[in-house]
């Protein structure tokens, strides 16, 4: 089992800057790779970045790229999101996600609201 805690998030102008953290606990020797997804109200639940845990090679979705960073923490298994020019768009709950290896099986954290006001 591995469990994801996140922190950061909340309220945030337009062309403000916030920054995510998941810390990855328990089993993290099988986890492949870690991202971020968020869910607009409405909206089905989308990828915004995601990095190997194995070489760190990131992937980020097209309307984030430029603006959002991926980068990760060995040390003590943390995942950051670094959110920057920061649209209105962009207001979602952000879940940490990590993939199992071989399964591909995922885990998730709890959610963290991100606002974005105009």
């Known amino acids: 089992q591995v469990q994801l805690l996140e922190s950061g998030g909340g309220l945030v102008q337009a062309g403000g800057s916030l920054r995510l953290s998941c810390a990855a606990s328990?089993?993290?020797?099988?986890?492949?790779?870690m991202g971020w997804y968020r869910q607009a109200p409405g909206k089905q639940r989308e990828l915004v970045a995601i990095?190997?845990?194995?070489?760190?090679?990131?992937n980020y979705a097209e309307s984030v790229k430029g603006r959002f960073t991926i980068s990760r923490d060995n040390t003590d298994n943390t995942v950051y999101l670094h959110l920057n020019s920061l649209k209105p768009e962009d207001t979602a709950v952000y879940y940490c996600?990590?993939?199992?290896?071989?399964?591909?099986?995922?885990?998730w954290g709890q959610g963290t609201q991100v606002t974005v006001s105009s």
């Open positions: 328990g089993n993290v020797v099988s986890i492949n790779s």
């Open positions: 996600n990590a993939v199992r290896k071989f399964t591909g099986y995922m885990y």
């Open positions: 990095i190997a845990t194995r070489d760190g090679s990131t």
